[in-house]
């Protein structure tokens, strides 16, 4: 073999190791933080792994298939009066006139401890003046569904971005009032009764009174666009009491009639 030969042989080899190396990967680690009100998310970690030449090897099989969900036997929560998902789903149905629920997503959204999140990019989707979108209000991406699947015993998670915290609202009623809408009434918890939410969902359509030791807020929602602002910033100069519903104990005097105001709903 000349000696050509020979270089070329090494110098393929040479070209070959080269290819095959293996340069970095990267594994990205999640901080948490607990506050108030939830943290930004931190940016994520980086790190370097550097491996050897790399060998085939055989692909692996196929992962089996996911077993079907099975509403009738998934333990959800803890609440004892609605143990299982298939109990939640007839409960949602017999509220909503046999309305069906897709199993899968009623899980996902058992899962979630709120009904929504702060975003302020909801507010393009909301018909609003210059002057409702910038009055102090917080706008929040709203799941309906989160609060569907509520049943007396329940908590849920109420963040308030005016009053710089979370509540939890523990739900004691479910009311189904037979024209299409369906009312939660609960207390938030380490709290007075008197200090009590109600949220009122109907097809599309959510409204709610939270009413705190500080303050009442009001929540408003059409579909996933939504916000809450305290009285105070939507009746300036006027009556802040907000009107419980009926049968709701601690209920204010009647307030002043705002009827004929806009406050920044959209059609």
């Known amino acids: 073999m000349t000696g050509f030969q020979k270089l070329g042989i090494a110098t393929g080899i040479a070209a070959f190791a080269a290819a095959s190396a293996v340069f970095s990967s990267l594994e990205p680690a999640a901080e948490k933080g607990v506050s108030a009100m939830p943290p930004p998310v931190s940016p994520h970690v980086a790190t370097a792994a550097h491996g050897a030449i790399a060998t085939p090897t055989r692909a692996a099989p196929l992962a089996e298939p996911a077993q079907a969900l099975d509403p009738a036997t998934l333990v959800v929560g803890d609440n004892p009066q609605y143990p299982t998902l298939d109990m939640r789903l007839t409960e949602m149905q017999a509220r909503r006139n046999g309305e069906p629920f897709d199993a899968k997503q009623a899980l996902a959204a058992l899962q979630q401890p709120s009904a929504w999140q702060a975003d302020d990019s909801v507010a393009e989707q909301l018909q609003l003046s210059a002057e409702e979108r910038y ?19 329940d908590t849920l998670e109420i963040p308030v971005q005016q009053a710089n915290g979370t509540y939890r609202m523990l739900v004691e009623n479910v009311e189904a009032h037979g024209d299409g809408s369906v009312t939660w009434r609960g207390t938030l918890q380490d709290f007075p009764k008197e200090n009590q939410v109600m949220i009122t969902q109907s097809k599309g359509i959510t409204s709610g009174g939270i009413f705190t030791p500080d303050a009442p807020y009001v929540l408003q929602a059409h579909g996933e666009a939504g916000w809450i602002a305290s009285t105070a910033t939507l009746f300036k100069g006027e009556d802040t009491h907000l009107q419980l519903p009926p049968g709701v104990s601690g209920a204010p005097a009647a307030p002043h009639d705002h009827s004929s105001h806009d406050h920044g709903a959209a059609n």
């Open 135 to 153: 009055d102090g209000r917080s706008f929040i991406r709203f799941n309906a569904l989160k609060v569907e699947t509520l049943m007396p015993g």
